[in-house]
């Protein structure tokens, strides 16, 4: 597994409604230009993340704890090795191209999303088959069956940062 993050530019306010940039736009592609598209094409999620208010961390909200989230993720990787059982792999990270042709079907709403998708923001080979099973994994962490367009819709959103800061 690979996690790494990163701030939007060197002042680390690029595209914030908070704060003002600071950075030239020469220097922010400079500032970009250190990783490569292929390097975040490889990437299988992609997630922005703002900063936090004060008035948040305080908020009474029923959040989600980390027991919950844990046992949904214990579900979904049993539901994985059951599936993939007669396959000698283990989860959804391991599909082969033929195995995601099997196990990530697609309805006729959910293929059009993910083909607009393609269209609008130029993703790659390599980025189908990852979004396949992103959404495949979404799928399992609500116990589906079926992959839904909403399962598509939020794994093509997980893919769609580096087509924000890095046009390519």
Known sequence: MFVASMNPCPCGFFGSKEKECTCSSKTIEKYMGKISGPLLDRIDIQIEVAPVKYQKL???????????????????????QQRYKENGIYSNAELTPKLVNKYCKLDKESKQILQ?????????????????????TIADLENSEEIT??????????????????KN
């Open 149 to 166: 367009k909403n399962h598509i819709a939020e794994a093509i959103q997980y893919r769609s940062l580096d087509k924000k800061y890095w």
């Open 116 to 136: 607009n998708a393609f269209e609008r923001l130029g993703l790659t080979a390599r980025a189908y088959g990852r979004i396949l099973k992103v959404a495949r």
């Open 58 to 80: 305080e908020d009474e909200e029923k959040i989600e704890n980390s027991k919950i989230i844990k046992e949904r993720v214990n579900i979904a990787r049993k539901i994985q």
